[in-house]
Structures are given as structure tokens and as C-alpha cells.
């Protein structure tokens, strides 16, 4: 019996989708657009910012629908260089010392995972994630490389070369890296100001972190004034606010995880595009 080329094209037509089907999994979210005649799924830009914490903005080429998501390489190496360090600020159990038990957190974790995760954004083109994401890997670096005594970063400030910890709570030093807190501090509240861009989650993790390391500056400037009491609450404060920024973190690398492999839960991260319209929209406007 002779199919008529009607129903052959329908028998194609049908295949095509069942392909495509296989290839995608069965989305039915409003976000995303299929594109049957390319095979091909268009992220809204909402879902755009939640999954890669930048505005989504034109660029050349295809690399995004070639390289996976770098977002949650990035988060990863934030919360597992953050989150020890504010125990340690905090005292819990007897930690202390700035973490220098976490040297290596804060190379591989901090500096590495930040790194690979700020290139491969910069490489699909999302420069607001990428500059975050490779400045707070240089910052743990540098506190990496501040506590390794192979940098000797405290000798300089040693009042006498016989004692080499006598320098650990002079007046130089604190007051100097006090100063180096506060040009950081200035960056992550740029950071703050632009993502109100994305969503409510970064916002307050960037919040909490400008609070936070705002306590630390204090506690250095006051450890340099030898005020050790009140140094040692605003360390402790400084730290707490840390971590709420840090379970912030956790919870925004759990919903990008879950996105990652189509879970079927979702956890809302609160989108503010819509509520911050970028320039260009409010010139197509008008």
C-alpha cells in the first residue's frame, strides 16, 4: 500500500518533533521559546538572568548554546572560600587567624573555581558576571597570599626582626589592609548598584557582603588603634553578616543546580528585570 505524500510529510514532520522532543525534554515553561525549524530553545531574558546573573544582552556567535552554564563553577568557589572563612571570623570552636587554615580554600576554591568561571563568562559574553566573578577570585588570592608567611606581607611591620609575630597586630599593618578592604569594598557596591539588574537574590548577597566586609574594615582600623575589645565584636559581627551573604550563596547554587538538570522543583530567585528596565528598553519606549 502507497502512503500519499501528504501523510509521508506528516510521518516527517511528526519524527522531526519527536526528535526534537528527545533532544530537549518536554519544556512547557512560558521562558522558553522552541524553534522548530532550527532545533533550537530561546531563554527569556528572565531566565536568562537567573541562570548566568547578567542582563541579557546581544552578542556574535553561538557559544552560549555551545558551552554549559559557568555561573554555578563560580558560585561554588564563593560559598567554599566565604562560608569557612566567616566561621573563623566568628570564632566558632577556637577558629581564628584570619583562616590560614584555609590557604588552599581560598587558592583553588576562591581563586581558581572564580577564575575559570569569570573567563568562560567573559567567553559567551556576560561582562557584568565576569568582572564579579574574577575580582573576588584576586581578592582571595591576595588573602591567600597575605597570610602565607612565604610573602611575608607582615615582617615589614615587625618592630623588631627577632620576633617575627610581633608584626600581627601592629599598627601599619592592620591600617594598610584596612585600606585594601575599603577599595574592595568600593567595587562590590558598584556590583551591588548593577545588579539590580538581575535578581533579588544577588542583590542581597552583594548587600550583606558590602555590610559585612564594612565590619572588617573597622575591626582592622580599631585593631590598629589597639581598641581589642571592640575590634574583636565588630570581627564577630563582621563575620555573621558574611555569612548570611554566604547562605545567600548557597541557596542561588542550589537553584542553579537545579535548573542545570531540569528538576522538577524550583526555587524563585526573584527576577527584577522587569522592574529595573535597562536603557535601552526605556529608549524603545519612548
Not at 573563623?88 to 584570619?98: D, E, P, S, Y
Not at 601592629?170 to 562590590?188: D, K, W
Request: a negative charge.
Amino acid at each position: 500500500m502507497t502512503q500519499s505524500p501528504a501523510s509521508k510529510d506528516e510521518g516527517i514532520s511528526n519524527y522531526a518533533d519527536d526528535v526534537q522532543h528527545a533532544e530537549f525534554g518536554d519544556i512547557t515553561s512560558p521562558a522558553f521559546e522552541r524553534t522548530k525549524s532550527t532545533g533550537s530553545i530561546m531563554i527569556s531574558p528572565e531566565l536568562f538572568e537567573k541562570l548566568y546573573l547578567n542582563p541579557k544582552t546581544p552578542v556574535a556567535g553561538n557559544l552560549r548554546s555551545m558551552i554549559g552554564n559557568p555561573t554555578p563553577i563560580a558560585i561554588t568557589g564563593f560559598v567554599m572560600a566565604l562560608t569557612p572563612l566567616c566561621f573563623c571570623l566568628m570564632g566558632w570552636r577556637g577558629a581564628g587567624n584570619n583562616g590560614a587554615a584555609h590557604i588552599g580554600g581560598y587558592i583553588f576554591f576562591g581563586g581558581i573555581l572564580l577564575l575559570v568561571g569569570g573567563f568562560l563568562e567573559c567567553i559567551i559574553g556576560n561582562t557584568f558576571s565576569s568582572v564579579v566573578f574574577m575580582s573576588f577570585a584576586c581578592f582571595y588570592l591576595t588573602l591567600a597570599a597575605t597570610i602565607q608567611p612565604f610573602y611575608s606581607a607582615y615582617a615589614p611591620y615587625s618592630p623588631s626582626p627577632d620576633d617575627p609575630t610581633a608584626g600581627l597586630a601592629s599598627e601599619g599593618f592592620n591600617a594598610s589592609f584596612g585600606f585594601f578592604l575599603v577599595c574592595f569594598n568600593i567595587l562590590c557596591f558598584f556590583y551591588l548598584i548593577c545588579s539590580f539588574r538581575t535578581n533579588f537574590v544577588l542583590v542581597y548577597i552583594l548587600f550583606t557582603v558590602v555590610v559585612g566586609v564594612g565590619f572588617i574594615i573597622a575591626d582592622y582600623w580599631y585593631l590598629a588603634m589597639n581598641e581589642t575589645v571592640l575590634a574583636a565584636k565588630l570581627q564577630v559581627g563582621g563575620g555573621a553578616i558574611l555569612l548570611a551573604a554566604c547562605l545567600g550563596g548557597w541557596y542561588l547554587l542550589f537553584s542553579l543546580l537545579l535548573e542545570s538538570v531540569d528538576f522538577p522543583l524550583r526555587l524563585p530567585v526573584g527576577d527584577l528585570s522587569s522592574h529595573v528596565p535597562g536603557l535601552s528598553q526605556l529608549k524603545k519606549r519612548s
